[in-house]
């Protein structure tokens, strides 16, 4: 009979905890009175992004048409106008005004208007990989096959990122070889005062299409994320290095200068656009200077099965005898995240 009344307790406890639970949500109080509940993950100057337990995909809200936030629980990362970074949470006051909250609980009053973004905190461990794939294939007067295979992944382990792309790109025209090129870059970040951090970098090509039997470039990096959220990353990086390459059977080597530019926007839920570049200055032989970019967008279909489109342009100021000084493909495909 005892553990009967006990399990009813219990059950009873229970039940009544549910709908309180349900009721601990984060809270977007609109100025012309309506209320939003649900889970906020992130917002910035213009928009504030709240997933509805009602509804499958998150909202984006205006911030210019919300007079109160109010986050139940967990500490974000928050940017101000003025440049300054807390972590805290944003909520509502005991007196009902605007406040951050502090890790050590003091209240701190703000206005929205003075936060430029905030997010969670990123986790220690995290990982991701995306795979393209691109073809086309021509029969009749002139028989073509053209691919493109692009991995892009990256890594982080706390305040240490590595950063890794593989590109393999062949083309066949009438049987004949056109196109023969393979790229493999590598970046390691420590970000030793955030958002400033220091590192390496390492790359390997070949196409001997172009005479180019092999090239490798190993540096040293220092750089800075402008922005890095849920939303937006830019991150710019200098340094200087040693590369090493075989033009047609002739072997160079000595000192380079390096420029790195890596950009990713989320311009709304499941679409994705892209930039990033490398500049090396070679201070050897002919001071050739090659820039290599991939610009392109990422458009979700079915869960992790994606489209995109991507224009990679390459220059170099001395190109092997005979090669022209650029190279233009426009990549179609289909891509995978894991």
Do not use: C
Request: aromatic share 10%; hydrophobic share 40%.
């Amino acid at each position: 009979m005892l553990n009967f009344r006990l399990s009813t307790a219990a059950l009873a406890v229970l039940l009544l905890a549910l709908p309180l639970a349900s009721l601990a949500q984060d809270r977007l109080t609109m100025k012309n009175g309506d209320v939003l509940t649900g889970k906020i993950s992130i917002f910035t100057e213009s928009t504030v992004t709240i997933q509805p337990a009602y509804a499958s995909n998150a909202m984006e809200i205006d911030v210019g048409a919300v007079e109160t936030i109010h986050i139940e629980e967990g500490y974000f990362e928050v940017e101000l106008a003025d440049g300054s970074s807390l972590e805290g949470r944003v909520a509502m006051g005991a007196n009902g005004n605007q406040v951050l909250v502090l890790e050590d609980g003091t209240e701190r009053p703000i206005v929205l208007s003075d936060i430029t973004s905030a997010h969670a905190p990123d986790a220690y461990f995290s990982w991701g990989l995306n795979a393209d794939f691109n073809a086309t294939i021509n029969e009749g007067n002139t028989d073509s096959q053209n691919t493109l295979l692009f991995f892009d992944g990256n890594m982080r382990m706390g305040e240490h990122r590595h950063r890794a792309d593989l590109t393999f790109r062949r083309e066949e025209i009438d049987g004949v070889k056109t196109k023969e090129q393979d790229l493999f870059n590598y970046a390691y970040n420590w970000i030793f005062a955030d958002p400033w951090y220091m590192g390496g970098s390492f790359s390997y090509e070949r196409d001997p299409i172009r005479d180019l039997d092999y090239r490798y470039t190993a540096g040293l990096l220092f750089g800075r994320d402008i922005f890095n959220d849920d939303v937006k990353l830019l991150s710019i990086s200098l340094g200087a290095g040693y590369s090493e390459e075989e033009i047609g059977g002739v072997k160079e080597d000595g000192l380079v200068g390096l420029w790195e530019l890596r950009y990713e926007h989320t311009l709304r839920q499941g679409m994705q656009l892209f930039h990033n570049h490398h500049i090396t200055q070679q201070f050897y032989g002919e001071d050739n200077l090659i820039f290599k970019s991939n610009t392109g967008i990422r458009l979700d279909l079915v869960k992790d099965l994606y489209a995109s489109v991507s224009l990679r342009y390459d220059y170099e100021t001395e190109p092997a005898p005979g090669s022209s000084k650029d190279d233009t493909t426009l990549a179609i495909g289909l891509g995978y995240s894991f």
